[in-house]
């Protein structure tokens, strides 16, 4: 009593701090003036806004009164009657568990027997081609989408004047290309075309198909020798994005420029305005039969989805959820992407493939594992069928087609460099957020109504942290791939309603399409694997001094500020490019171009051919790089940029600064 007599507002003080609100006929009249005065102040609106924070914030940390965390329900009397059905079944017809054991190995070696027939016409089984003439079968081989034909590779890969890529005329090839050749033949990595930086598109220089003639066996005009085959049997149409095909590639030798056209599919190639050794040209296939050219991935990828619904529907969720993630996985490896190229005519390239799949199928299934422990299971054991085939099943075979869903989007890395280099990336990558953040408060709001949002919140900032640790490790990079983004992200899917089925078959899918394609590739890069081998982590290039007194007369000068990121005790030279094949490599620091035409053979053919048939000047597009004069393919620093020289009146344009 003395106490309240000192503070007569003490008891109502204490009391603010334990209720929300009162009853002022509770209170005698001293203390209901007390409050009320109290309430009119300004401390009691603030006060009042803290309470309410305090209490929504520990509302959220503690979770709802009463979790809970159901399973889909459906009102429509069908869908009921399939959520039941097959538990109606175990209990019925196939109550013994041998009996469902037996029909589903049954039914698992009939699906298995049916795709590795496909599998076999498709993978093993070595394409031919037999002409009618009676002549000896003709063997076809079989090439990626961005492979290179009878050419090495970018810059000087061939050598000095292309020797290494012989021939170059005169001589024809069978080729069988895969399926999806209209983005498989993208450039990932920026490869020079002039003084073009070709990266993002396909890489098909020139060609184009020819108007349909009876009389004439071409199908397409001449390409770049060093253009990627496949893709450019795909712009010339001779090959189909579905089924792929087999074509009937011609060597055409040196043209004197490679106008870019518009393909089959409304697909344009580059331009390239000056000559070039070698070229192709594609021709129809001679009379006779071929066997082995169409590609069945998506037969094989149809059959699987439709074949595995059965078995996900009726299985326990533990036997469908095995069945579907292996079938899942082994389509990506031997159809969908296969990491390793196959040659049928080789068997070992078939065992090597085989090998590098199961190499990383073991690691995985502990992933899977994990996974199905941490959150799968709770998702599907018990669960509703319905929301398995409807929800989680078409998802996950979604992100299962990771590359003709989720990569023929215009993001290739979350790295600074390639987002500001691909068209639509920002745009992309943008909407990829957004809808990553909704999903995410979905799921966070299914976590906090199962009342476990606690116990995750502080998983996830353990991981947040983790992956800001990492990021920070100077020399390295972090990558967040397709594997690591559903494994950080399944944890987070562990309730059972339908937002959980949706996430996590796509996550599933996705760690399995990023182990099948890419292994399990680290979360910190350096800088010099994220190159992809473009300019940037090699010798820094000379500088090209030009001299308007003497234009046919070209020299260079190193930097004084260069330096080394390869053994500079072997560089002993330079390699100069004249429209992106070898012409020179010596220790010389000038060329003269006259001499050097008149000594070189082909240069000064092609390089005459050229003018003859233009308006009398010809562009030189010139790069240079230090070299080691004796293994100037593989010991050399990076190239210059292009610098033009319009041939043969001398004008100079200077090339751009940096690398190629």
């Known amino acids: 009593m003395e106490g309240n007599e000192q503070n007569p507002q003490g008891k109502n003080h204490a009391?603010?701090?334990?209720?929300?609100?009162?009853?002022?006929?509770?209170?005698?009249?001293?203390?209901?003036?007390?409050?009320?005065?109290?309430?009119?102040?300004?401390?009691?609106?603030q006060l009042k806004r803290g309470n309410r924070i305090m209490n929504l914030i520990r509302k959220i940390w503690e979770g709802p009164v009463e979790p809970a965390d159901e399973k889909p329900n459906f009102t429509s009397h069908s869908l009921q009657y399939l959520d039941g059905l097959p538990a109606k079944m175990q209990a019925g017809r196939f109550s013994q568990k041998s009996t469902r054991l037996t029909v589903l190995?049954?039914?698992?070696?009939?699906?298995?027997?049916?795709?590795?027939?496909?599998?076999y016409t498709s993978l093993i089984k070595a394409p031919f081609f037999y002409p009618n003439d009676g002549s000896d079968r003709i063997p076809i081989v079989s090439l990626r989408c961005n492979s290179y034909w009878n050419w090495e590779g970018k810059n000087n890969a061939c050598g000095k004047d292309a020797s290494a890529c012989e021939p170059l005329s005169d001589e024809e090839y069978l080729i069988r290309c895969p399926a999806l050749c209209d983005r498989g033949g993208w450039t990932y990595s920026a490869i020079s075309v002039g003084d073009q930086r070709i990266k993002y598109r396909g890489y098909e220089i020139g060609g184009g198909p020819v108007p349909l003639d009876l009389d004439s066996e071409y199908l397409s005009y001449p390409y770049r020798a060093d253009s990627f085959a496949c893709s450019s049997a795909f712009h010339a149409g001779v090959i189909s994005p579905i089924f792929g095909g087999c074509a009937r590639l011609s060597m055409e030798g040196s043209q004197s420029s490679f106008p870019g056209s518009l393909g089959r599919y409304a697909h344009l190639s580059v331009t390239f305005d000056s000559f070039f050794?070698?070229?192709?040209?594609?021709?129809?296939?001679?009379?006779?039969?071929?066997?082995?050219?169409?590609?069945?991935?998506?037969?094989?990828?149809?059959?699987?989805?439709?074949?595995?619904?059965?078995?996900?529907?009726?299985?326990?969720?533990?036997?469908?959820y095995w069945i579907t993630t292996i079938v899942g996985y082994w389509t990506i490896s031997l159809a969908l992407d296969p990491p390793r190229l196959i040659d049928p005519h080789d068997a070992a390239t078939i065992y090597e493939l085989i090998s590098v799949a199961v190499q990383r199928l073991l690691p995985l299934?502990?992933?899977?594992?994990?996974?199905?422990?941490?959150?799968?299971?709770?998702?599907?054991?018990?669960?509703?069928?319905?929301?398995?085939?409807?929800?989680?099943?078409p998802t996950f075979w979604l992100g299962v087609m990771n590359k003709i869903t989720f990569d023929r989007l215009p993001v290739d890395r979350l790295t600074t460099r390639d987002l500001k280099e691909q068209a639509g990336a920002i745009t992309a990558v943008s909407f990829i957020a957004a809808t990553v953040l909704t999903c995410a408060i979905i799921q966070a709001y299914s976590l906090w109504k199962s009342g476990r949002f606690r116990k995750y919140f502080k998983i996830y900032i353990s991981i947040i942290f983790g992956v800001v640790l990492l990021g920070c490790i100077p020399g390295l990079n972090l990558r967040i791939h397709h594997y690591i983004l559903g494994m950080i992200l399944l944890p987070g899917c562990a309730t059972r309603g339908r937002s959980a089925y949706l996430f996590q078959g796509v996550l599933i899918g996705l760690i399995l399409s990023g182990v099948a394609r890419w292994d399990f590739a680290s979360i910190v890069e350096t800088d010099f694997a994220l190159l992809r081998g473009e300019a940037g982590s090699f010798l820094e290039p000379p500088q090209?001094?030009?001299d308007a007194q003497n234009p046919h007369h070209i020299s260079w000068k190193l930097n004084s500020n260069a330096t080394a990121s390869i053994d500079a005790e072997n560089i002993n030279g330079y390699s100069?490019?004249?429209?992106?094949?070898?012409?020179?490599v010596g220790a010389d620091t000038s060329v003269d171009l006259d001499m050097l035409i008149q000594e070189d053979e082909l240069l000064s053919s092609i390089l005459q051919e050229s003018l003859n048939q233009s308006n009398g000047t010809i562009k030189l597009y010139l790069r240079l790089a230090r070299a080691s004069i004796e293994h100037p393919d593989t010991v050399r620093g990076d190239y210059t940029n292009a610098g033009i020289l319009e041939w043969p009146e001398g004008v100079w344009h200077e090339p751009l600064p940096g690398a190629s």
């Open 365 to 393: 299934c502990f992933i899977l594992y994990v996974e199905w422990k941490c959150a799968v299971k709770r998702c599907l054991e018990d669960g509703s069928p319905v929301a398995k085939v409807l929800l989680w099943y």
């Open 15 to 45: 009391l603010l701090f334990d209720q929300d609100s009162f009853q002022l006929d509770d209170l005698n009249q001293e203390d209901r003036t007390v409050l009320q005065d109290f309430r009119s102040d300004e401390q009691w609106s």
């Open 105 to 119: 190995l049954v039914y698992c070696s009939l699906w298995f027997g049916l795709i590795f027939c496909l599998l």
């Open 544 to 546: 090209f001094v030009f």
């Open 576 to 584: 100069l490019l004249i429209n992106d094949f070898e012409v020179y």
């Open 277 to 320: 050794p070698g070229s192709f040209s594609f021709k129809k296939l001679r009379d006779g039969v071929s066997s082995g050219c169409i590609d069945l991935r998506m037969i094989i990828i149809t059959l699987n989805i439709l074949l595995g619904l059965p078995v996900f529907y009726f299985c326990n969720s533990l036997v469908g």
